[in-house]
Nanobody, 120 residues
Framework: QVQAVESGGGSVQVGGSLTLSCAAS????????MGWYRQAPGQQRELVAT???????YVVDSVRGRFTISRDDEKHTVSLQMDELKPEDTAIYYC??????????????WGQGTQVTVSS
């Protein structure tokens, strides 16, 4: 099993910045990707950014240029640097960890979520 814990959420005004961090623990040897999703009230959970192997990253169009994802494979952590925040970025942000179970099956693990509130 893998556990993921997020931190760094909070409240910020429009145009401000926040940095989210997620630390994975447990069966970390099987982790092959980490990323971030978010869910606003009344909306579906959506992908924000992912970080895979060898420094590969992907950021969705809506936040590209404002958000930066980084992953430390050695520490089993992933961070999301959020700049130029907008009210529409308000959501609960969830850390997503993709890892191989001991028997090889891919598994998704989720953090408990951290609230990001952007006020105008």
């Amino acid at each position: 099993q893998v556990q993921a814990v997020e931190s760094g959420g909070g409240s910020v005004q429009v145009g401000g910045s926040l940095t989210l961090s997620c630390a994975a623990s447990g069966a970390v040897s099987g982790i092959y990707a980490m990323g971030w999703y978010r869910q606003a009230p009344g909306q579906q959970r959506e992908l924000v950014a992912t970080a895979g192997a060898r420094g590969s990253t992907y950021v969705v169009d809506s936040v590209r240029g404002r958000f930066t994802i980084s992953r430390d494979d050695e520490k089993h952590t992933v961070s999301l640097q959020m700049d130029e925040l907008k009210p529409e970025d308000t959501a609960i942000y969830y850390c997503n960890v993709k890892g191989h179970a001991p028997w090889g099956a891919p598994q998704d693990y989720w953090g408990q979520g951290t609230q990001v509130t952007v006020s105008s």
